[in-house]
C-alpha cells in the first residue's frame, strides 16, 4: 500500500526563531540594512498569525509590536565582516562570552520549541549549526561575498542542505562564486509604506544616506554634489570615525553646502529625505540590496545610483532614477543634471508595487513552508 505524503502544514501557524545579527543591538544602526529586514520580517509574519522569537543583543529594542518575544544576549559584539580581511583566520568556536556565541548556545537549547529558525548573522558560526539541530536551520545571506570562510560554509551548506539559503538580489547571491542561482531563494526586501509619506515639492539639496564607512563610497555623493554645485545631506550612523575624518577637508571646500544630519529615526528621515531633489548612492561594494533605495522612492526621490549590485536591480533607469557607469563622478554629475525628467509619483507607484511587506512577507511565507514541509515529507 502506497504510503500517503504528508500533506504539509500549508496554513498551520508556524513558530520561528529570527536570529539576529551580533554586530550590535537592534536599533542601534551598526546593523544596518539588516535591522529593518528582521523587525519588518517579525511584523509582517507575526501579523498573520506566526509565532515569533528573536534572539539578538542585549540593548535591542523593538518598535511597537507586542505579539514577537525578543530574548537578548549578553556578550561582546561580533567584528564588521567587511572590516576583517577576506582570508580570515577561523577563530575558535565560540569566541568566549561574545554575543554570537550566547545565541548560538540558545538555539541548540530552545531548538524543539520551534518549526524553524532563520539565521540573518553574516558570520559562519551559525552556519556550522545547520547539520547539528533537529530543527531545519535557514540561512538569509545580507551581503555579497566578502570572506572566504563565509563562501565556504555557504557552499557546503548549498551542498547540504538545498533550499537553505535566501539572499536579497540576484546580484548578491551571484557574487557567491562557489553556488549556482538555483541554490537561492532570492526575496528582495520591503518597507512598510504607511511610514513614508510622498513629497511632490523637492527641495534643492541632494541626499545619501547610509552607514558612514568605507564600502558605501561617499566621498564620491560629495564630490558629484561640489561638481553640480548642489547641496548634500548625509543621514546615517558613523560607523568608521577614521574615515568620516578623512572626508572633512573635501567637505569644508565643497561650493555648495554638504551637512551631515544625524542617524534619525524612520519618520524622521523620511521627512527629510522627501524634500531632496535625489538620493545619491555610490557603493564601492556589491550592496546586497540597498533599502535606502527603496525608503526615498517610497517619498517620491528619484535615486541615481552606480550601476552596480541591488541598487541595479531596483533602480528602474529613465522611470525612478538614472544608473551610471560605477565610479564615474561625471556620470554621476550628468544624471544629476537630467533629475528634473523622472516622474517622482512614478518612484512611489514602484515601491508600492515591489516593496510591500505583503509581497515580501508572501515570499517568505512560501519559503519557510517549502523547508518545513519538505522536512515532513523527507
Ligand atoms: N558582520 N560579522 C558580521 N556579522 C553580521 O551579521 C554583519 C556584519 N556586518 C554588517 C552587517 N551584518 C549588516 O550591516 C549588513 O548585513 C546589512
Not at 22 to 28: E, H, N
Not at 108 to 122: S, T
Not at 319 to 326: C, D, N, R, S
Request: glycine share 8%.
Amino acid at each position: 500500500m502506497a504510503i500517503l505524503p504528508l500533506i504539509p502544514p500549508q496554513k498551520t501557524p508556524l513558530r520561528l526563531l529570527l536570529l539576529s545579527t551580533p554586530v550590535g543591538p537592534l536599533g542601534s544602526g551598526l546593523g544596518g540594512g539588516v535591522e529593518a529586514s528582521v523587525v519588518n520580517l517579525a511584523r509582517v509574519l507575526g501579523q498573520r498569525g506566526h509565532r515569533i522569537t528573536i534572539v539578538a543583543p542585549l540593548g535591542s529594542v523593538l518598535p511597537d509590536h507586542s505579539q514577537v518575544e525578543l530574548v537578548q544576549m549578553v556578550g561582546s559584539f561580533q567584528p564588521t565582516a567587511q572590516t576583517q580581511p577576506r582570508l580570515q583566520p577561523s577563530e575558535p568556536f565560540p569566541v568566549a562570552n561574545s554575543a554570537l556565541a550566547n545565541a548560538c548556545e540558545y538555539v541548540q537549547a530552545e531548538q524543539a520549541r520551534y518549526d524553524l529558525i532563520v539565521n540573518f548573522a553574516y558570520d559562519w558560526q551559525p552556519f556550522q549549526l545547520t547539520a547539528m539541530l533537529e530543527t531545519p536551520l535557514a540561512h538569509f545571506v545580507t551581503m555579497g561575498s566578502l570572506l572566504d570562510v563565509m563562501d565556504q560554509v555557504i557552499a557546503q551548506t548549498a551542498l547540504q542542505f538545498p533550499n537553505r539559503l535566501g539572499a536579497y538580489t540576484r546580484s548578491q547571491a551571484e557574487t557567491f562564486r562557489q553556488t549556482s542561482l538555483s541554490d537561492w531563494q532570492i526575496l528582495g526586501s520591503a518597507i512598510d509604506l504607511q511610514q513614508y509619506d510622498y513629497c511632490d515639492e523637492p527641495e534643492g539639496s541632494l541626499g545619501w544616506v547610509g552607514r558612514i564607512s568605507p564600502e558605501k563610497g561617499l566621498e564620491d555623493a560629495i564630490a558629484a554634489s561640489a561638481s553640480a554645485r548642489r547641496p548634500l545631506k548625509i543621514f546615517g550612523k558613523i560607523e568608521d570615525a577614521a574615515y568620516w575624518q578623512s572626508l572633512t577637508k573635501q567637505i569644508n571646500e565643497a561650493p555648495a553646502p554638504v551637512n551631515y544630519c544625524g542617524f534619525l529615526s524612520t519618520p524622521e528621515l523620511q521627512k527629510a529625505l522627501g524634500s531632496t531633489q535625489a538620493l545619491l548612492m555610490t557603493p564601492k561594494w556589491i550592496e546586497a540590496f540597498g533599502m535606502v533605495a527603496i525608503e526615498a522612492m517610497a517619498c517620491g526621490v528619484p535615486v541615481i545610483a552606480y550601476r552596480r549590485g541591488g541598487p541595479a536591480e531596483i533602480v528602474r533607469d529613465g522611470q525612478t532614477g538614472w544608473l551610471v557607469q560605477p565610479d564615474n563622478i561625471e556620470a554621476l554629475v550628468s544624471a544629476i543634471a537630467r533629475i528634473g525628467e523622472i516622474d517622482r509619483r512614478q518612484c512611489r507607484q514602484d515601491a508600492a508595487d515591489l516593496y510591500s511587506l505583503t509581497a515580501w512577507g508572501d515570499r517568505f511565507e512560501r519559503w519557510f513552508y517549502q523547508i518545513v514541509s519538505g522536512m515532513m515529507s523527507s
